[in-house]
């Protein structure tokens, strides 16, 4: 009977935890905890209010702590709730607020308080599945920051060898001229604060320029948006249950359907020979 009622109790816990408005509840703690950590960047209004701010922060860890010891009472067993990456990322989250609390790591304690707001993402299945795909994606992007470390050195290089001269302050060397480029390929300014400059006094700077803008931007960020986006489209196909490629194959073919036809046919024949047969034993 004990075990018997401790599955009782573990089942209506797991019901609970899975519950739509449960999820919802949390999610709700976690946006006013989110709202708390924005007021706090006031000072005005948390020297005013800093016993208050201690409270409201103290009342979230413990809920949060409540909702992470009902998850793994929930879980069956309960040691498998640690094999989930989410599930570590929420328990070390809520554990550390434990742990560093006190008046020497307010600092900590801060970040902290911040780091709950990504538990948005463990909570949102929607958002966990979007940040797993982003994930995946890293092993296949590592051939086109190889090719773009090769583009931007080779034109590092080469700046820093033609405008060294005419522009120190952004090609005065090997590493100002990377940092130079990198703020070429993200467009800003770079017409009216790095090249016209430089080519009033070097016409054929917008080459290098516009080169550089055509290959680094246009060109390596397409290939990255190409890989994120098919990648995201590949584990959304894996998440989802009863894909239509299982579907695809539960469905009949035409070719079975005609298999089965022609078995029903043959099945009709049969009994029509059958009673054929009895009739004329009757007439006999």
Known sequence: MNSEAVDRFRNNISRLVEHRAFINTVMIFILINAAIVGLETFPAVYQE????????????????????????????????????????????????GHVFAGAH?????????VLRVLRAISVIPSLRRLVDALLLTIPALGNIIILMSIIFYIYAVIGTMLYQEIAPEYFGNLQLSLLTLFQVVTLESWASAVMRPIFEQSPMAWVYFVSFVLVGTFVIFNLFIGVIVSNVEKANEMELPGSDKDEKKKEP????????????????????????????????
Not at 51 to 65: E, G, H, K, Q
């Open 105 to 113: 790591f307010v600092t900590v304690l801060r970040i902290l308080r």
């Open 49 to 96: 209010n800093a016993p208050l701010f201690y409270l409201a922060d103290r009342i979230l860890l413990w809920i949060f702590t409540i909702e992470i010891l009902l998850r793994l009472i929930a879980a069956k067993p309960w040691p498998s709730f640690f094999k989930g990456t989410w599930n570590w990322f929420d328990f070390l989250i809520v554990f550390a």
């Open 253 to 284: 073919t035409p070719f079975t359907n005609e298999n089965q036809i022609e078995d029903l046919q043959r099945e009709v024949q049969e009994l029509k020979e059958l009673l054929l047969e009895e009739k004329r034993e009757r007439i006999k």
